[in-house]
């Protein structure tokens, strides 16, 4: 039988987001495998749906996958096609520079290039041929925490946090509508801590952007995630939200939220 739609759901359906045919889900995640040269299982058969405009953290033991899952998603190792979806897109289909613009990624310790922080965070719009104006690059320290004294300062002169912000500021520039950290507070003190989370939850409020997080702290998930999965041996053993954390039931999962 053909599928009914009337004049309101038609509506709907042209009036939803570029990709509303997808409803609320950013990226699918369907069956994605990695085994290593020596034959393990290092991610088995993980599904998982990313709601879009969420902050979704992810945890688990330390070897259980979860930078490996992070890094699928922007194809810093290639999965198999059919198995990441990008708004329903194949992401294996998608030029890899601009899926990597479009999904952008922050690592635990931020390496800047030589140049002040000005040359940053204008690097990934010029690799395309557009140069930032003094304005737009101003907006984008704002929008990672960082005030306009900043600008000129070089690398050398920042503390981890500030390079973390001056990190983000040029992940930024390239207009990501998804973030993937790995652990991106790791290195940082509390006070660096609080401004990146901060600066995240302003970006999912403000602009809708999809965050995905591996985080070892339980209280940052609490503090700033919607929703956590859990990642144990390769495999997502539970996804909760933040305050039933605790309810987790898997044996391992315990034992990990016991002892962090
Ligand atoms: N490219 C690789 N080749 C072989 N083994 C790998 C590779 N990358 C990661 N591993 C292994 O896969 C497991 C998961 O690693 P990882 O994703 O870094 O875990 P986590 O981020 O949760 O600590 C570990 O046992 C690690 O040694
Ligand atoms: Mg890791």
């Not at 996958?65 to 922007?74: E, M, Q």
């Not at 140069?131 to 984008?140: N, Q």
């Not at 209280?219 to 053993?237: F, H, P, S």
Request: charged letters at 25%.
């Amino acid at each position: 039988m053909a599928p009914f739609r009337d004049e309101a759901q038609e509506h709907l359906l042209e009036s939803a987001p570029e990709n509303g045919h997808h409803g609320g889900v950013k990226i699918e995640v369907r069956d994605l495998t990695k085994v290593s040269d020596k034959d393990v299982r290092i991610l088995n058969k993980v599904n998982l749906d990313i709601p879009r405009g969420v902050i979704m953290g992810v945890i688990g033991p330390s070897g259980s996958g979860k930078s490996t899952f992070l890094r699928a998603l922007n194809r810093l190792w290639e999965p198999a096609s059919g198995s990441v979806l990008l708004d329903g897109v194949d992401i294996c289909e998608l030029d890899v520079l601009s899926l990597r613009r479009k999904v952008g990624m922050l690592f635990q310790l931020p390496v800047l290039f030589e140049g002040t922080v000005a040359d940053n965070v204008r690097y990934g719009p010029q690799l395309r041929g557009k140069k930032l104006s003094d304005g737009e690059v101003h907006k984008l320290l704002a929008l990672a925490d960082l005030d306009s004294s900043f600008y000129g300062k070089s690398g050398g002169e920042l503390s981890v946090g500030q390079a973390q912000r001056v990190a983000l500021a040029r992940t930024l520039a390239n207009e990501p509508e998804v973030l993937l950290l790995d652990e991106p507070t790791s290195a940082l003190d509390p006070i660096s801590t609080q401004n990146i989370e901060d600066v995240l939850v302003r970006l999912k409020k403000d602009r809708g952007m999809t965050i995905v997080m591996v985080s070892h702290s339980i209280k940052q998930i609490q503090r700033i995630a919607d929703v956590v999965c859990l990642l144990v041996n390769g495999e997502i053993v539970e996804i909760l939200e933040p305050n039933q954390l605790s309810e987790a039931k898997h044996p391992m999962a315990q034992t990990f939220l016991q002892l962090s």
